[in-house]
């Protein structure tokens, strides 16, 4: 097996200090310099008042979750509800404190901002709601990622990313609870 493309050191038909079967030599498909390597950043670059933009987004993003999380905190059914509802609530406390503090970091001064409050007729659209909120928060800092190089900025987003992904899991098993029949 011939290894990945983006690897291979321009002029080189083997890493320095290895040889690789056959002979140390590649198929000229791999050695092609228009060979399908994407360029960084993945997503191409943005500019920075772009990306200031959407780092003030995901701001208010942050602190409309905190303050829909609260709410959804009160109303939650039992204890594991209630241990997944403020485990994602304090997750959101610490992305917007990390975002703010990148704010400041490349503007210099403080988010000034206001949101509108998630509202929800029932603790089970409640959930819903959230499950959603948090994939689309998920698939937006992942695209952040990957329009910048900028470690900083990568680094962030993805701490908050992943751990978006695993609040949408939590909601989704907190949502799937109240479907299901529960034990006596």
Same mark, same amino acid.
């Given at each position: ?111 000034q901002y206001q949101f509108e409050p998630v509202r929800y !007729? ?7 709601? @959230?499950?959603? =909120? *948090?994939? %689309?928060? +998920? ?11 900028? !470690? ?7 701490? @908050?990313?992943? =751990? *978006?992904? %695993?609040? +949408? ?6 949502y799937l609870t109240l479907q299901a029949p529960r034990p006596?």
């Open positions: 097996m011939y290894p990945h493309p983006m690897f291979l050191y321009p002029g080189f038909d083997h890493y320095p200090g290895v040889t690789f079967v056959p002979g140390g030599t590649f198929p000229p498909a791999v050695r092609n310099d228009t060979s399908n390597i994407p360029f960084l950043p993945i997503e191409g670059k943005q500019s920075l008042a772009n990306f200031i933009w959407v780092l003030y987004q995901a701001i208010i993003g942050e602190a409309t979750a905190i303050d829909f999380y609260s709410k959804l905190l009160k109303d939650a059914p039992d204890g594991l509800h209630k241990e997944f509802i403020r485990h994602a609530y304090e997750d959101e406390q610490k992305h917007l404190q990390a975002f703010t503090r990148l704010y400041i970091h490349f503007t210099g001064q403080e988010p !007729a029932s603790y089970q659209e409640g959930l819903l709601k @959230a499950y959603k =909120d *948090e994939l %689309e928060a +998920a698939e937006a800092y992942r695209d952040v990622q990957l329009s910048t190089t900028d !470690a900083l900025i990568k680094d962030t987003f993805f701490l @908050a990313m992943t =751990d *978006e992904m %695993e609040h +949408a899991s939590r909601f989704s098993f907190l006596e």
